[in-house]
T-cell receptor, first 119, second 107 residues
Framework: EAGVAQSPRYKIIEKRQSVAFWCNPI?????LYWYQQILGQGPKLLIQ????????DSQLPKDRFSAERLKGVDSTLKIQPAKLEDSAVYLC?????????????????FGPGTRLTVT | GQQLNQSPQSMFIQEGEDVSMNCTSS?????WLWYKQEPGEGPVLLIA?????ELTSNGRLTAQFGITRKDSFLNISASIPSDVGIYFC???????FGTGTRLLVSP
């Protein structure tokens, strides 16, 4: 079974520029998450999708961050414009609903992440 | 918001030693998860706990869901060099992650 795919793996941009990250979850996983992990800290949830609907985006800085999952499969996270404090690893994860699917809810499987450096 | 505190922050041990780490919360959780993260990779799920008092093993790893539902423990027996990494606990609801315990193992 293929894991969660993310691209790019690394990105360096200047402040005020825009950047986009892509994630393809494990096949059949209805729930998709984006996390921000600042160096030395645990992952912080930015947004959670159930199929193509948003379940929780309470910690997403909506003035500059946006995310979409139009067809309920892959997802894009965008930052526009970027700030220095956005430098972090952006992790995508997916999980099944636990209803007739493999695995149990909350058992998230993570991609390798995109390391963003804002200069 | 909710916060999970992990201790110790870091551990440096000899190969073959047993390791214990814990995670505490100010709120009750219905699910506790333990992850391991290695440099340049995303966290990998180690153990999931779904019931208060539950004790679950995965090879040399054993985790427990505290009776109060506000804490969880992870034990690693007979540590080996490949156990090196950062161990995170996580709780359901807001999908909150802990601060992490960095484990270093000396051969």
């Amino acid at each position: 079974e293929a894991g969660v795919a993310q691209s790019p793996r690394y990105k360096i941009i200047e402040k005020r520029q825009s950047v986009a990250f892509w994630c393809n979850p494990i096949s059949g996983h209805a729930t998709l998450y984006w996390y921000q992990q600042i160096l030395g800290q645990g992952p912080k949830l930015l947004i959670q999708f159930q199929n193509n609907g948003v379940v929780d985006d309470s910690q997403l800085p909506k003035d500059r961050f946006s995310a979409e999952r139009l067809k309920g499969v892959d997802s894009t996270l965008k930052i526009q414009p970027a700030k220095l404090e956005d430098s972090a690893v952006y992790l995508c994860a997916s999980s099944s609903t636990g209803e007739g699917g493999s695995g149990l809810p909350y058992e998230q499987y993570f991609g390798p992440g995109t390391r963003l450096t804002v200069t | 918001g909710q916060q999970l505190n992990q201790s110790p922050q870091s551990m440096f041990i000899q190969e073959g030693e047993d390791v214990s780490m814990n995670c505490t919360s100010s709120s009750i959780f219905n699910t506790w998860l333990w992850y391991k993260q290695e440099p340049g990779e995303g966290p990998v799920l180690l153990i999931a706990l779904y019931k208060a008092g539950e004790l679950t093993s995965n090879g040399r790893l054993t985790a427990q869901f505290g009776i109060t539902r506000k804490d969880s423990f992870l034990n690693i027996s007979a540590s080996i060099p490949s156990d090196v990494g950062i161990y995170f606990c996580a709780g359901d609801g807001q999908l909150v992650f802990g601060t992490g315990t960095r484990l270093l193992v000396s051969p």
